[in-house]
């Protein structure tokens, strides 16, 4: 079993780490390139018999996964280095995006899957987002599937809501860490707690509230009831709350999917300059 990684930065890191943390892939099996050569240094170090590559196409060769870890605009380039060196057997996964199933399906001689991790896969949880390229067999799929339950909860979706999950899955992390900030910096400013304290009661309060939607299960709106005793302190508090961010989120969606629509086309001319521009 070969497995090559293309692009070391977060996300080739964390999938790495997490894949031989949960014993799904072993070093040995690994080889990654990277234009950074400071990190693979830190990879191989850390995880002794991890390969470092010469360049993207020696990662490529033989790969039986190859994981492209890299930025959409540099997709054209990496393509160009290690498409000749691909054959129909391999299967390359992308992570990202904005680069469509069927350009990959162009561009290379194999079979391709999309699957967008999230950070939160780092700690074995949150999802994974699966889109699936025509050349996979049922097999193909099963080993996939299976190889991310190890580090996340794989979720399959439509190619055409790749940019709404990912909002949820990829970003979420990003944009509910910011409300946490507002949050404990109000209590740390408006009380002289601990910073230490805070952060520890709203990170246990996080993780409890996603657990107790799931596992109990309840809705938002549910669980805002339990909490809310009629005429209570929370009521009043979420009255306040709902005024200050009403459309909050609708407009952070619109500007996710603007940017993404801008991100389409400078990868689509990124990847064909000639035939579609
Ligand atoms: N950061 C996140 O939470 C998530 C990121 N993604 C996607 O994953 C992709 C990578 O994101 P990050 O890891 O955050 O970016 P990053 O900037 O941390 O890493 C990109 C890596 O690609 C390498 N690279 C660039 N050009 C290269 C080339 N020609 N050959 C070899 N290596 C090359 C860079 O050296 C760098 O290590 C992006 O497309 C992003 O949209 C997807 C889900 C979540
Ligand atoms: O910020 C970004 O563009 C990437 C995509 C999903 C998460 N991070």
């Known amino acids: 079993m070969k497995i090559g990684f293309i692009g070391a930065g977060s996300m080739g890191s964390m999938l790495i780490g997490a894949f031989i943390r949960t014993g799904a892939m072993q070093p040995d099996n690994i080889m990654v390139s990277s234009r950074t050569p400071s990190k693979l240094a830190e990879l191989a170090e850390q995880y002794p018999g991890l ?21 959409p605009l540099d997709f ?6 290690i498409s000749h ?34 950070v939160v896969n780092a700690v074995g949880s949150g999802a994974s987002l699966f889109m699936w390229g025509a050349r996979l067999t049922k097999d193909d799929q099963a080993a996939l599937w299976e190889l991310f339950s190890c580090i996340s909860r794989p979720i ?19 944009f509910l860490a910011y409300m946490l900030e507002q949050f404990i910096e109000a209590a740390t400013m408006s009380t002289g707690m601990e910073r230490e304290t805070a952060t520890a009661l709203a990170c246990e309060m996080m993780l409890g509230t996603a657990r107790l939607m799931l596992e109990l299960p ?13 005429g209570g302190i929370t009521a009043a508090a979420l009255e306040v709350l ?13 500007t996710t999917h603007e940017k993404f629509a ?16």
């Open 51 to 71: 390969q470092i590559a010469a360049s993207n196409k020696q990662a490529a060769i033989g790969a039986d996964y190859l994981f492209l870890c890299i930025k």
């Open 76 to 81: 054209r380039r990496v393509l160009d280095e």
């Open 85 to 118: 060196a691909l054959t129909p057997g391999q299967i390359v996964i992308s992570i990202t995006s904005p680069v469509k199933i069927s350009s990959l399906e162009e561009m290379l001689p194999c079979k391709v899957a999309k699957i967008i991790p999230s």
């Open 156 to 174: 399959e979706i439509l190619e055409e809501e790749v940019r709404v999950a990912s909002d949820l899955s990829s970003c979420g992390p990003a």
């Open 218 to 230: 309840c809705s938002p709106s549910e669980l805002q009831a339990k909490v809310s005793v009629p």
């Open 242 to 254: 709902r005024k200050t961010t009403r459309g909050a989120f609708l407009q952070v969606l619109y």
């Open 262 to 277: 801008e991100d389409l086309d400078r990868v689509d001319s990124s990847l064909f300059p000639r035939e579609r521009t």
